[in-house]
Each structure stands twice: as structure tokens, then as C-alpha cells.
């Protein structure tokens, strides 16, 4: 059963220690997608300008992805522009140009309303509730979000929380949605606001995984040429539920599976700018980072 | 073969949201020791000034740690003040009052010469070097810094790179030491510079350990009720060179062995105020402790 994801299709303009780049193929969505595909069949929910270039719908077509309700509106296309500095963990926002995001009514064919596994990636969390509705039964659904809406919609993001199977927050989001600076309590906070499973990306510290059995904690894929961390954690949250979108049982050792194929994809994801690295990849080169990773961590 | 520490006896007045202590037991010698007795017998070398507590001498000495090259001068303690405020992560220095620190010329009994594991905890870097140049031909030096000295003794830090081991130092000193943002390149011109073993801490998010054959990451042990962090990387670092000093092979396995160790007694320091959860420790808590960590990490 393919895997549906809602957030946003964007033009990303970089600027990092290893050089600037304009209108990259970016968003919550896109960066989710093209990272998923790797597990399963995704179908991508979002809108763009009648400006987006066509290069990029083929390229999202070439590399397998449903576009069947990536809305053409009149407008223009989400954009934004951003700065990383020092150790390339933080961005520093330059502009953020809504667009037709503003406009955004997620609208699913028929046949996509009964996909058993739906991510709601970053966008509104209001946007992400009227996904959700349309849904007929999902079994798994995971959500990310960031903080602006935890600032400007805590309200909404905590009436999905009780709504969702899986919270994908990184570090600092967290801690501000729930005021707890230990990020164990500020899991367990968040697990008691709904989500069963709960993942929270510390960018380059790796991820700490919580849920009612038992927590876990991994290091992220030690990458020395970090070009672009842009989508990394929407890269993450792709070969998470990627791989977990695949799975009967939801036991400890598939979530580490699954935490695993999120850190191996954002490593690659980190090294490129856009999707440069994720987008030219193939099974094999996952598997050997994924060996490789494991090797660093047995003992 | 025993080990022998060198470095700072003080005394520690914290402040974190759990409470604040006056007058604690601390210094980077004192946790070191506090943390490597747990494998092998300790030689403490460090200064203290005539106000310091019978009852930190008693304590010490019950704890098996050898006092014969603690020189009790004339003049104060060395104090130490500090706050931590959030997420625990950095502490705010609220004073340092040196005392009879800025007159420690280390001594040391001849027969401590002959010891094979020599740790140069922090304290100024051409104390450390005149330390190594009274030991006959160690075996397995470690060091570790502070920024104060990259920022004004960096030569002095340079030439005794030449000279150790190991270096154990924390992800900003790294950093800072380098002028390398990440991590990987701040390890490897770290090498570059003489220790063929790299630790760099990153506090509650693991530990990086590089060398020339291999490198690996490893997350901290998660600790929900964080009390107070001061001497974490020293404790860190006892666990660690503890461990080391009583292996024959320094291969892939034992390094790993040795940065669990030290993880897991730097989680047990950060329960408690100064040194009261790693004094009451017994070995049977750790190896619990550490099995549950490779619980935690197996997959």
C-alpha cells in the first residue's frame, strides 16, 4: 500500500559555505518524497505556480512520484531563501514568499483517499487537519511541523497531535511546544498530546526515538562534506516512514530499521544542495551506507 | 599498572534549576579520579590551599584515590562558580577565584615517575608539560583542555599535542582549536597536530572518536533528570582512560569499550550535584547501567 504526502512543493535559494544556489527543487513535500520513493510508491499532495518550472514536474514524474494532486494554480510558487553559517546546523531565513501556499485547499482524487500510510509534512496545521479528514481510515499517519505554527497555531498543531500515530519534531521544537528542556520529558510530553511514537531529530547529534516500550538514541551518519542541510529532516522523515510504511509490525527493532533508512537518506541528503544527492541515488548506495553505519555503531 | 592524574582539586558553587550547592568537591582531577578508580588505582596530583575541607581529603582518601603529590599550600582553593540555565548544556561562569593555583608547580615522588598512564586533566597547559617531563617514558598519555587555554596558551597546547596520546576535548574547543566547523575535519587536523586518538565530547549528544583506521559515534546514555553537569567530561574522561589504562590492545573494540564507559559514568555524574551520584556508585550499577545502554543501541 503506497504512502500519501501533504506539505509543500517549493524554489529554494541557498547560500552556504560551499556556494549559493537559485530555485532549487525544495519543500517539505518534494524533499519527503523523493527520499520515500525508495520504499514505497508516493503520491504528493501540494501546489505550486503556473511559474514552476516543468523541469521540475518531470523530474519529480521521472523519479516516480504521483502528481495527480500537485495543484497548478494561478500565482506563484512558494519560495524560500536562506543563509547557513559556522556549522551548517542552524538557517538563518532570508524571505519567505507564500504565494499560492496562502490559497492552499489540499483536493485528492478519490482512489487516494483510501492510502493506509499518510505523512503530513510541514505546512499549516490547519491544511494538514483538512488532509487528514479526507482520509478514510488511515493506519499510519506521521506528522512534522516546525516552529512558527507551535508559535501561531499551537492550538490546531495540538488537535492533530491527538490525531496522529507518529510526530517527527526536531530538538528545539520539542522543547518549545512543551516547555521541557530534557528532550526524554519533552518526548514524554509530547507522546502524552497523542502520538503514539515520537522522533526527534537533533540534526548532525542524530535522533532520540520515544515510545510507552522503550526509548532509543543513534548518532547521526558522521558526514565530513556537508554542502546543504536544507530538507534533511523532511529527508529523514522520508525513509522513516518509507521503510515503516512497509512494515506488518511496529516492534523496536523496525523502528530502529526505520530511524536508521531516515539517518542513511539525510546523510546523503546533507552533501548536495537541493536534491542533488538523494535525487541521483540508487538502493545500492543506501545499502552500503547503511553497512557502513552499522559497522560504526556495532560493538 | 596504575594511573596518574594531573590537574585541579577545587571548590565548586553551582547553580542549575534543580538547586544550588555552595562549596562542592570539584575540579577536573578530583572527577577524573572519582570516575577512573572504578578500573585502576589512582595517583591524584594537583594543589589545594589551607582552607580546604578535612572532609574532602577524608573522602577522597576513602574512595582509594593515592594523595601523596596533593600539595596543600598556603593561600586558597581554587573556586569555581558557575550557573546552568535551560537546556543544561553550557555553563555560565560566574567567578573564578584562581588561589594557590597560579603558584602550582607540580611535584611528584619518584616512584610516581615510573607510572605507565598519565591523564593531564585541565588546568594550564605548561603545568601539564612540566608534569610529562617528570614521568619516565608512559605508555598512554591523555589530555584534555579547556577554551580559556586555546584562547591564551595555544603554543604551549600545541607543543604538548606533540607529546599525548589521546586528546579528549568538547565539540566548541575542537572547533575552536581548528578553526573547522565540522566535526570530522575539526578530529582530523586535531590528529594532525600529535595524538593518534581523537575524543571529541559533545555533551548530552555523545561522543565522535576518531583516528586513522576508523572512526565511530556514539550518543550519550539519555538522562531524563539532569541535575547538574559540572565535571561530566572529566568524568568522562576517568571512565574512558580507566578503562584504557588496564587494556593491552588499543583496537576498534576496546576504544569503543572504553567511550561506553565513559558515557555511562558521565551519565551517573550528571544525576546528582558534584560528585554525589559517582561516589556512591558500585560496579554493579555500571554494568547495569551499560548493559542497558547496549540495550538501547543494539538493533
Given at each position: 500500500m503506497s504512502i500519501i504526502v501533504l506539505g509543500t512543493v517549493a524554489l529554494d535559494t541557498v547560500k552556504t559555505p560551499k556556494g549559493k544556489r537559485k530555485n532549487l527543487l525544495g519543500g517539505s513535500a518534494a524533499h519527503f518524497a523523493i527520499s520515500a520513493r525508495f520504499f514505497n510508491q508516493v503520491d504528493l499532495v501540494a501546489i505550486v505556480g503556473r511559474d514552476f518550472p516543468k523541469k521540475?514536474?518531470?523530474?519529480?514524474?521521472?523519479?516516480g512520484i504521483i502528481l495527480t494532486s500537485l495543484i497548478k494554480s494561478d500565482g506563484k510558487t512558494f519560495r524560500w531563501s536562506g543563509e547557513y553559517k559556522g556549522d551548517l546546523n542552524t538557517a538563518l531565513t532570508l524571505s519567505t514568499e507564500l504565494g499560492?501556499?496562502?490559497?492552499?485547499?489540499?483536493?485528492?482524487?478519490?482512489?487516494?483517499?483510501?492510502?493506509?500510510?499518510?505523512?503530513?509534512?510541514?505546512?499549516?496545521?490547519?491544511?494538514?487537519?483538512?488532509?487528514?479528514?479526507?482520509?478514510?481510515?488511515?493506519?499510519?499517519?506521521?506528522?512534522?511541523?516546525?516552529?512558527?505554527?507551535?508559535?501561531?497555531?499551537?492550538?490546531?498543531?495540538?488537535?492533530?497531535?491527538?490525531?496522529v500515530d507518529i510526530y517527527v519534531a526536531n530538538d528545539q521544537e520539542a522543547r518549545d511546544l512543551t516547555g521541557e528542556q530534557n528532550l526524554i520529558k519533552a518526548a514524554r510530553t509530547l507522546r502524552a498530546y497523542g502520538p503514539r511514537f515520537i522522533v526527534v531529530k537533533k540534526g548532525e547529534h542524530g535522533v532520540l526515538f520515544y515510545c510507552d516500550k522503550f526509548i532509543f538514541s543513534y548518532p547521526a551518519f558522521p558526514v565530513e562534506g556537508v554542502v546543504d542541510p536544507t530538507g534533511a529532516g523532511d529527508t529523514f522523515a522520508g525513509g522513516f516512514m518509507g521503510y515503516l510504511s512497509k512494515q506488518k509490525r511496529m516492534d523496536e527493532k523496525t523502528l530502529k530499521r526505520a530511524v536508521f533508512y531516515g539517518t542513511i537518506l539525510s546523510s546523503f541528503n546533507v552533501e548536495g544542495f537541493g536534491m542533488d544527492k538523494t535525487s541521483s541515488l540508487n538502493q545500492r548506495a543506501i545499502k552500503a551506507r547503511l553497512d557502513k553505519f552499522k559497522k560504526i555503531l556495532a560493538f
Open positions: 521540475h514536474i518531470d523530474f519529480l514524474e521521472k523519479k499560492v501556499l496562502s490559497i492552499f485547499k489540499p483536493q485528492i482524487a478519490h482512489h487516494q483517499k483510501k492510502i493506509k500510510n499518510v505523512f503530513l509534512a510541514n505546512v499549516d496545521p490547519d491544511v494538514q487537519m483538512n488532509l487528514l479528514k479526507c482520509m478514510h481510515s488511515p493506519d499510519l499517519v506521521g506528522l512534522d511541523s516546525m516552529n512558527y505554527w507551535i508559535h501561531t497555531k499551537k492550538k490546531s498543531l495540538l488537535k492533530l497531535l491527538k490525531k
